[in-house]
């Protein structure tokens, strides 16, 4: 059996020129949702912790129904259910948009992970000190360069370990694109198990390549959260 799984090694982990490897695509849907959800949570997680309610009303409405409706729902609707309209038929960049089954995941992903990252950037926001925009006031700054440069920097920053925990979500929750037909690690892992019936070495193989995922995102959050995060750290006389 092992013999026959050497076989498909280069599903899991080859890529030529004409294929990409079921790991190539799982990373590639984990940093492109991640970087589209981070670039749209930023002014989104500001919008959110404004006290003015035409403001934040909006943004809290969209992170209430992508957090309250589960992502497998939400990917089918971008796969089939938004396509299955005629105003998409009809124009025809959304008709070749949502054809695509990359495009369809990457939104749903997209979408999903930045509802989630705005929650988490505006607690951080809501909790910054307010010592600290005093200062910032005290020198002169205006709105802009208070967010920019006092309470985002020191926002982000707090939130680093909550948001490394929901990266690491994201990654779980890429194995929903094989519904989507995206040959991911879970879709070649399917189908290597339909052509060996090795289900145990097959899954097995998945696993150890999410959990080799996991533990490096691990260690780079980690990385990141003691350099970053070293000024909350009690000082030593």
Known sequence: MIEILRQYWKNYLYTDGYHYSGLVVTLWLLVASIVLGFCLAVPLAVARSSSNRAISGPVWLYTYVFRGTPLYVQLLLCY???YSLQFVHSHEL???FFRNAMN???LAFALNEC???TEIFAGSIKATPYGEIEAAQAFGMSRFKLYT?????SALRRALPNYSNEVILMLHATTLAFTATVPDILKVTRDVNSATYASFHA???AAVLYASIVFTLVWAFRRMETRMLAFLKP???
């Open 149 to 153: 440069r006092i309470i985002l920097p």
């Open 80 to 82: 089939t259910g938004l």
């Open 235 to 237: 000082q030593g006389h």
């Open 94 to 96: 959304l008709d070749s």
């Open 203 to 205: 899954y097995g193989i």
């Open 104 to 106: 369809c995941t990457l």
């Open 115 to 117: 509802a989630y990252a």
